[in-house]
């Protein structure tokens, strides 16, 4: 049988839709020929909105390439549907298989990696919250704020997923130990990237355990919805794991910054607003401003390492995978020679 990967992206779309089909009929009850599956996403997962015959929808995510491990997603299940009980932040509560599993195995023909498909209950509401509209901001701040006050007062025995720090993302990152990866980005980008890993590793290594703890991990503007009647939700926990909480915050502001940037204050402005409704659940750091820019530098290496991993076995990441790392690489490249990076704040701005 060929390789999976092999096949045209919409042939492997239409293979995983079946077996997705198949897979909520044998371990959900659901009819999975019945149910309206709409894509959401295919990127190192598929993602639908399944929709039953009468009933509310769901999420299926079905990850296909190098997934989480099966008590990883367990462990990423059980705090959503600790945060979904304490109804601080509104998340996709997890839903259980008829046996009582948050995680099942499926089979992709030719594909020598086992999958795993997660169900969740869909959350209502318009993702990519209009950050401009008076409140917004400062409701995507209090958000923020909920899920990292949860990982401080809230334990989770035997919480095992990913260490997000300078180690994993720079040193042992895939952009920096691929060839493959250095070859989209180039000498001179591997070349700043290997700079600015020195130049921040030790402000990322600063301060102690109250910084720390669950992560979301990939808090970017579109896993933000704006909910129905009002406030904030958050999505897409597949990268969560354990991390300073800058890394949530630098991933959020470097997301409206890409959008907001050409508008002179508004970055600013966004900025003052999401503080302050952080700083109504939890207090920031002391040294914020100074931190946030190696966390923002931290977050785009974190980029380049999925797209370098990704652009070569994705069609939808490669369409805007080669854009992506050639801007990175630019500011890196900025940096290094003494340019503040994008998204930065000054002491009076935070």
């Not at 390439?65 to 601080?88: I, K, N, V, Y």
């Not at 509560?93 to 992709?108: A, S």
């Not at 380049?304 to 790392?325: C, E, M, Q």
Request: glycine share 8%.
């Amino acid at each position: 049988m060929p390789s999976f990967f092999c096949l045209p992206h919409a042939a492997q779309l239409d293979l995983l839709e079946s077996l997705t089909r198949a897979s909520l009929s044998e371990y959900y009850g659901l009819d999975g020929a019945a149910v309206r599956m709409e894509v959401q996403r295919y990127e190192d997962n598929a993602v639908w909105r399944i929709t039953p015959p009468g009933r509310s929808s769901f999420v299926a995510r079905l990850s296909v390439r190098d997934g989480r491990p099966a008590h990883q997603q367990f462990s990423e299940m059980r705090w959503l549907e600790s945060l979904a009980t304490s109804r601080t932040v509104a998340v996709p509560e997890p839903v259980t298989t008829v046996d009582g599993r948050y995680v099942v195995p499926v089979e992709v023909p030719g594909h020598n990696e086992l999958s795993t498909l997660a169900l969740l209950r869909w959350l209502p509401g318009t993702p990519e919250p209009p950050y401009r509209q008076p409140g917004v901001a400062q409701q995507m701040g209090c958000a923020t704020a909920h899920l990292h006050e949860h990982a401080a007062t809230v334990p989770l025995p035997e919480f095992d997923r990913p260490v997000w720090d300078a180690e994993t993302i720079l040193f042992k990152g895939h952009a920096l130990t691929d060839p493959s990866a250095q070859e989209q980005l180039g000498a001179e980008g591997t070349a700043a990237l290997r700079r600015v890993a020195e130049l921040i590793s030790p402000a990322l290594q600063e301060g102690g355990q109250d910084g720390r703890g669950r992560i979301h991990g990939d808090l970017h503007r579109e896993n933000m919805i704006a909910l129905p009647g009002g406030g904030v939700g958050v999505i897409d926990f597949d990268d969560c794991g354990e991390g300073h909480f800058l890394i949530d915050i630098a991933t959020v502001f470097s997301s409206v910054h890409r959008i907001a940037r050409k508008e002179p204050g508004a970055y600013e402005e966004f900025a003052g607003a999401f503080l302050a409704g952080y700083n109504q659940v939890r207090p920031l750091l002391a040294d914020f401003a100074r931190l946030l820019e190696p966390y923002l530098l931290l977050r785009d290496a974190f980029i380049l390492n999925f797209v370098t991993a990704a652009a070569p076995v994705n069609a939808v990441v490669a369409s805007w995978g080669p854009g992506r790392i050639a801007g990175i690489v630019a500011n890196m490249q900025a940096y290094v020679e003494g340019c503040p990076y994008p998204g930065a704040l000054t002491c009076e701005q935070s």
